[in-house]
């Protein structure tokens, strides 16, 4: 509105003539700044009544005098036409210390219509029963009415400066936001569209908005923005907040879908059972395993019930967290709620009262904490796979949520059944998971042959606990006159198939060394075993050290290749012999000799020591490359340094690595690799 009011700036100076002329002036009077300037200020005035002062003088001795000054004046265009101005007069410092009095004017019937419109807007907001707002060109709210507010359940003063998407929960994808965005930055309005959505002072039940949103016009430097109309129409639309709730119903399923039964690990899966639930469709949740003391024992009715809590999360405030958090093991009495839901094998949800609590939760500091937590019903789904109880999950509300009704009871069924499937999966797993850590252990050495002229610090590293059994593998054997063969090998793949292939290369690659042959030829032979053992690919990597020569016979079947670290730090990768993996077949191996002296450290290691997410073989290789010449200390400080420098805090592969410090039995020189 304001941007159509011209306003006048003129300057009068202590002798009463115009000493500064501003371009609305030159528009609300008439006059050039040529015509203007150093004219008597009375120009601008009608003839005053006999004997009054003149307007001028009058209008700028109140300038000076009161330091302030506003008011209504009669004056005069240069074509004679006579008009009322509202002015504003005040002094200010001039050229040389003189005194002027700088006025602003603008036409008064256009400051009265501005005030009418004005005025009007203010009892529109104050009064109107549609809600209205004015965002800015980032959707912040500038100003709102009462109506609004009330809508979203929140003050005012609460809005203002934040945006709008802050006061309001949608489940159409950004759908809306982007309607509003398209308003502000392309000036497209949207009438009367529909948007369901839960207002943040409301978030207990879904309102549906008639919504109109149209540009603000930009208003002299001012920022553009967004005006809106909101109507709540929820209760002319219910069909539609019935359909969205089912599509919120459909949504948090698919959701679950995803995020449930991610990983083979009991304590996971029921984490993102929880973690899906709450808050979407509960204030708080737990998830919780029976302890059987037989698989095959019956749920019997007339007896306690044993379970130990293994997930739990809420977002409700102190108690609540304690509640569902501060305890493991479980005892519910016969005849509580948990038996009643096991007995039908159905979902039942319950009222959080004094006979909940007499029946079910059987330590009154537990039912405290129950009755201070804000959970006003839970509702208890069976965890039921393979037609065995798994557990039981729980899901609660406070007050300011609806009751659970049918369609959650049903909701709820759907979750705990996905759910069951993952945490029956998940312990069958474990149980597989245990059996083959229990091979692997005991395949792997428990001590390493020693020798007084390699000292050897080792380390096997388990992946995460999915990955937990692998195919990795190492040994040190004695051989026959003071040698020491060293082996680390990798068998494709996890768990129990992974474990005894690894086994069977181990046991058979020692049985071998002990006939003393050729790296080469030691491979070859354990080649022919693996293709009969029908294992498709493993790697190895065979060196036998002689102490009395110094010298080392290396062969490698398809292996990370070894590191040799020299005292003054270098660092040298044996790269030249590389053969197929084990279990290829139909290529021949090579054996490499190379020199150590005194202090060389062989490096031997497995990919999981240089392979990571994001990093390729070769950035891992050189990454080893670099801790091994920044090391120092004993073998074993060296080890561990290596380890947590280059292993992520998750790592998902095994890892073995290996350092062997050699000590020959006479002098040798540097070495050379000398290929056989």
Request: hydrophobic share 40%; proline share 6%; aromatic share 6%.
């Amino acid at each position: 509105m304001l941007e159509h009011v011209a306003v006048a700036v003129l300057g009068i100076d202590e002798d009463d003539q115009i000493c500064f002329w501003g371009p609305g002036a030159q528009r609300l009077f008439g006059y050039e700044s040529a015509a203007a300037l150093s004219k008597p200020a009375a120009a601008l005035f009608p003839d005053p009544p006999r004997g009054a002062p003149e307007a001028a003088m009058r209008l700028a001795e109140r300038g000076r005098t009161l330091g302030y000054w506003r008011g209504r004046l009669p004056t005069l265009h240069r074509d004679g036409t006579v008009f009322d101005c509202g002015f504003r007069a005040f002094p200010v410092n001039g050229a040389e210390g003189r005194s002027v009095v700088l006025c602003l004017a603008s036409r008064a019937d256009d400051l009265d219509r501005v005030k009418t419109k004005l005025a009007f807007l203010d009892s529109l907001f104050e009064t109107c029963p549609i809600g209205l707002v004015m965002l800015d060109e980032d959707l912040r709210y500038v100003h709102l009415n009462q109506a609004l507010a009330d809508m979203d359940g929140l003050p005012i003063e609460d809005h203002i400066g934040r945006r709008m998407e802050e006061f309001m929960i949608t489940s159409d994808g950004g759908e809306y936001q982007r309607m509003l965005r398209a308003v502000a930055e392309k000036g497209r309005p949207a009438v009367s569209t529909l948007v369901v959505l839960r207002a943040a002072g409301h978030p207990d039940h879904d309102q549906v908005r008639s919504v109109s949103f149209f540009p603000l016009s930009q208003a002299g430097d001012t920022r553009p923005g967004v005006g809106g109309l909101l109507v709540d129409v929820t209760d002319r639309e219910q069909a539609i907040v019935e359909a969205t709730a089912g599509r919120q119903r459909l949504a948090l399923l698919d959701r679950a879908a995803a995020r449930v039964g991610t990983t083979l690990d009991v304590n996971v899966t029921a984490r993102e059972l929880v973690e899906a639930a709450v808050p979407d469709f509960s204030d708080a949740s737990v998830v919780e395993v029976v302890e059987w003391l037989d698989e095959a024992e019956v749920f019997n009715p007339e007896l306690p019930l044993f379970t130990r809590r293994i997930a739990s999360r809420t977002t409700l405030p102190p108690p609540a967290v304690e509640l569902v958090s501060g305890l493991e093991s479980v005892t519910y009495p016969p005849g509580s709620a948990i038996h009643q839901m096991l007995r039908t094998g159905r979902p039942v949800f319950v009222a959080v009262n004094d006979d909940f609590m007499t029946r079910t939760v059987m330590h009154q500091d537990r039912a405290q904490l129950l009755r201070d937590s804000g959970l006003t019903c839970i509702l208890i789904a069976p965890l039921i796979a393979r037609g065995t109880v798994q557990g039981l999950a729980m899901f609660g509300r406070s007050a300011a949520r609806p009751e659970f009704t049918e369609q959650d009871l049903s909701l709820a069924s759907e979750l705990a059944s996905r759910a069951a499937l993952c945490l029956d999966n998940a312990r069958l797993y474990s149980r597989v998971q245990d059996i083959a850590l229990t091979l692997q252990r005991a395949l792997l050495p428990t001590a390493l042959a020693a020798s007084p002229y390699v000292s050897v610090a080792h380390r096997y590293l388990p992946g995460s606990h999915i990955t937990e059994v692998g195919g990795d593998w190492y040994d040190v054997i004695n051989l026959s006159e003071d040698r020491v063969a060293l082996v680390v090998g990798d068998v494709m793949g996890h768990g129990v198939p992974a474990a005894a292939a690894m086994g069977r290369l181990r046991i058979t690659t020692k049985a071998l060394a002990r006939r003393n042959p050729e790296p080469d030829d030691l491979l070859t032979e354990l080649d022919a075993c693996a293709q009969e053992a029908g294992i498709e690919l493993a790697t190895c990597l065979y060196i036998v050290y002689d102490p009395a020569t110094g010298r080392a016979r290396i062969a490698n079947a398809g292996h990370p290749p070894p590191m040799v670290r020299h005292p003054d730090g270098t660092v040298e990768t044996i790269s030249d012999v590389l053969g197929v993996p084990l279990g290829v077949g139909g290529l021949p191996f090579r054996t490499t000799e190379i020199d150590l002296s005194e202090g060389d450290t062989l490096v031997l290691y497995t990919d999981g020591l240089i392979e990571a997410r994001g990093r390729d073989i070769e950035e891992g290789m050189e990454a080893l490359r670099i801790q091994l010449r920044g090391t120092s200390g004993s073998l074993e400080t060296t080890v561990d340094r290596i380890l947590s420098s280059l292993l992520p805090d998750a790592p998902t592969d095994d890892t073995v690595i290996v350092l062997a410090q050699v000590r020959p039995a006479s002098p040798s020189g540097r070495h050379q690799i000398v290929a056989v």
